[in-house]
């Protein structure tokens, strides 16, 4: 097996209202290369958003890849660093306060994405200096305002 490629990956996601339409944006880059995607959806919540963003992009990865993923989403950046989601997972979908972990369908679908490829996390300031964050925060905004998604299983909990 010879060594994965190394791709950097910048997310953000953003809602008007928590519920309320939102959106992500994402940034994958490979080399010289670099691939921008975003999606808008009419019923959803920033975490949803946040998370979707990570998935959505490493979803579109044809081969296992060393990423480092750079996030302003501390919930999304803890969650996978700290192992805490691997424990909601390991108990059931439930927190260690015995409440239930929210958006545990995508927190399934990217910890089956983080055992196909190698994320290392990088938490960043959000509305800083790192462009490519701020161009996901624009990408993510941009597309909230035009939802193309009734929603992304979104539902009152």
């Known amino acids: 097996m010879g060594t994965q490629k190394k791709v950097i990956l910048y997310t953000d996601g953003a809602c008007s209202g928590n519920p309320g339409p939102g959106g992500y944006g994402a ?5 010289a ?15 949803r958003m ?3 963003g ?7 990865l044809r081969e296992p890849c060393d990423v480092t993923l750079y996030s302003d989403s501390q919930y999304v950046v803890n969650a996978l660093t700290k192992g805490w989601a691997k424990s ?3 108990n059931g ?11 545990p369908d995508l927190w399934e679908r990217l910890l089956e ?5 190698t994320v ?3 938490w960043v300031k959000g509305h800083a200096d790192n462009k490519f964050n701020n161009r996901c925060d624009e990408l993510a905004v941009a597309a909230s305002r035009v939802p193309e998604y009734d929603d992304n299983g979104y539902r009152e909990e």
Do not use: M
């Open 120 to 122: 290392r996390c990088i």
């Open 27 to 31: 940034i994958l880059q490979y080399g």
């Open 88 to 90: 909601w997972k390991k």
């Open 54 to 60: 990570v998935i959505d992009a490493l979803a579109l």
């Open 33 to 47: 290369h670099q691939r921008e995607l975003s999606k808008g959806f009419r019923r959803t919540t920033n975490n």
């Open 113 to 117: 994405l983080c055992e196909e490829h």
């Open 50 to 52: 946040e998370l979707l």
């Open 93 to 103: 979908w439930r927190r260690s306060n015995k409440e239930p972990a929210q958006n």
